[in-house]
């Protein structure tokens, strides 16, 4: 029975992941090909991810408060791998807002398990086995066929698109190395592992603290707030893009 209950979790886990990221990677990709009246794009991308953070924030929060937090987290490892993600998010989205096609875009992702690989080795001394090598390496392979299977957006790729995805690719790598040595620091100051709304909220809190800040700095708060009022088709977008984030 337990194992029909750990293997239902999965398949549950599995397909929630598949079903909201693919839609989350559609409206990603619409936000930042939306064009208005008078030709302007959405490029506010810390705007955008304030808001992405915010709405995980919120159901992490709720998750919380059902299922129960753990105390004496070391949020300064928190603060870390927040950074490292937001920074990840909003160079990913920075890419496509300074016209790197959505196709090139999914295919640079697709090998971001081995950046978050190296990453976990060097940061978080991880051990992987030839096993998950060879899955990483096939899930990389059967993903980049895919992508460029597909036919390309019209335009070139820019450079500063490009100097923004493999930024996004090394803040991935960051990251994984960082959340490694959160759970391991989780353990030795609680003896417990972090649960998951404690990643979920903790993460996400310090991620919109980042975003915030960036987006205040660049002035994107109130250019991001104006552009979604006057075009409410893209206020519903974003809405739906930080829910599937969530979710």
């Known amino acids: ?9 999965v398949l549950i886990g ?34 955008l991810q304030m808001c ?16 129960g937090g753990t105390k004496g987290l070391p949020l300064q490892m928190f603060a870390l791998s927040g950074s490292a993600q937001v920074c990840a998010k909003a160079f990913t989205s920075l890419a496509l807002a300074n016209g790197l096609s959505f196709p090139v875009v999914t295919l640079a992702k697709s090998g971001k398990m081995v950046p ?50 493999a930024a996004s690719l090394i803040c991935d790598g960051i990251t994984g190395g960082m959340q490694n040595r ?10 417990n592992k972090p649960k998951p709304y404690d990643l979920m909220f903790w993460t996400n809190v310090m991620m919109a603290g980042v975003a915030l800040a960036v987006a205040l700095v660049l002035g994107e708060l109130n250019v991001g707030f104006d552009y979604c009022v006057k075009n409410p088709v893209i206020l519903t977008k974003i809405v739906k893009f930080a829910l599937c984030s969530a979710v």
């Not at 029975?1 to 979790?9: E, H, R, V």
């Not at 992405?52 to 299922?67: C, F, K, R, T």
């Open 1 to 9: 029975p337990a194992g029909n209950s750990d293997l239902s979790k």
């Open 14 to 47: 599995a397909g929630g992941i598949y079903a909201a990221f693919l839609y989350y990677g559609t409206l990603q990709e619409d936000v930042f090909s939306y064009q208005n009246a008078d030709g302007e794009k959405f490029k506010s991308a810390w705007f």
């Open 52 to 67: 992405e953070a915010m709405a995980n924030v919120v159901v992490g929060g709720i998750g919380l408060s059902v299922a």
């Open 116 to 165: 978050v690989m190296i990453g976990s080795l060097l940061l978080g001394g991880s051990k992987y086995t030839l096993r998950q090598y060879l899955s990483v390496a096939a899930i990389i392979t059967g993903t980049a066929l895919v992508s460029m299977g597909k036919k390309k957006a019209s335009g070139s790729s820019s450079t500063l698109g490009l100097v923004f995805i």
């Open 182 to 191: 959160l759970k391991a620091a989780t353990i030795e100051k609680t003896g």
